[in-house]
T-cell receptor
Framework: EDQVTQSPEALRLQEGESSSLNCSYT??????LFWYRQDPGKGPEFLFT???AGEEKEKERLKATLTKKESFLHITAPKPEDSATYLC?????????????FGGGTRVLVKP | DSGVTQTPKHLITATGQRVTLRCSPR?????VYWYQQSLDQGLQFLIQ???????AKGNILERFSAQQFPDLHSELNLSSLELGDSALYFC????FGQGEGYTFGSGTRLTVV
């Protein structure tokens, strides 16, 4: 069974204090790994898609990387507006349709 | 605004009742997905439709059903509601049936009392 585990569950940062979130996955064959940001009471907002080990993508203060077993979301010099829950999800090969299997998320709080 | 529209935003109903949640996908998107998010289970895939046909099914209860109409909007029907069905229900859409991420709506918060 496909599994996605995110750590830590929660992260408290001071503004400007860089950190990394981990997403480890066990799947039969990875089609893609996705990062989403979710604010309270709202739908997940797409951030990145990574398809192969070694791939990296950046957007403002966020950078996502991928290996064969895990992905990291690096937050550089975070600001209070980066406070949110960050969700990792995988899509697998040989699966009918296009479902995403999500991890439990990491709640990030950035204090000024 | 993501372009995916869900109604209603909030719904409070009693146990044993039936409700219908509605989703309009982004313009041009053929696939619609339904997810359930509860505090203890996280985001769980329920079902996917592609251009009117069921494409994939997740852990969707038999009390739940969905359909996608010719104009591509979708409805999720929940019947014989139980307290444990209280959750956020999200709809998402994507252009095709496979191989890419997708855009979520803002959700319907269902409270069963």
């Amino acid at each position: 069974e496909d599994q996605v585990t995110q750590s830590p569950e929660a992260l408290r940062l001071q503004e400007g204090e860089s950190s990394s979130l981990n997403c480890s996955y066990t799947v039969s064959g990875l089609r893609g790994l996705f990062w989403y940001r979710q604010d309270p009471g709202k739908g997940p907002e797409f951030l990145f898609t990574l398809y192969s080990a070694g791939e990296e993508k950046e957007k403002e203060r966020l950078k996502a990387t991928l290996t064969k077993k895990e992905s990291f979301l690096h937050i550089t010099a975070p600001k209070p507006e980066d406070s949110a829950t960050y969700l990792c999800a995988v899509q697998v090969l040989k699966a009918a349709g296009n479902k995403l299997t999500f991890g439990g998320g990491t709640r990030v709080l950035v204090k000024p | 605004d993501s372009g995916v529209t869900q109604t209603p935003k909030h719904l409070i109903t009693a146990t044993g009742q039936r409700v219908t949640l509605r989703c309009s996908p982004r313009s041009g998107d053929l696939s619609v997905y339904w997810y359930q998010q509860s505090l203890d289970q996280g985001l769980q895939f329920l079902i996917q439709y592609y251009n009117g046909e069921e494409r994939a099914k997740g852990n969707i209860l038999e009390r739940f059903s969905a359909q996608q109409f010719p104009d591509l909007h979708s409805e999720l029907n929940l019947s014989s509601l139980e307290l444990g069905d209280s959750a956020l229900y999200f709809c998402a859409s994507s252009p095709f049936g496979q191989g890419e991420g997708y855009t979520f709506g803002s959700g319907t918060r269902l409270t069963v009392v």
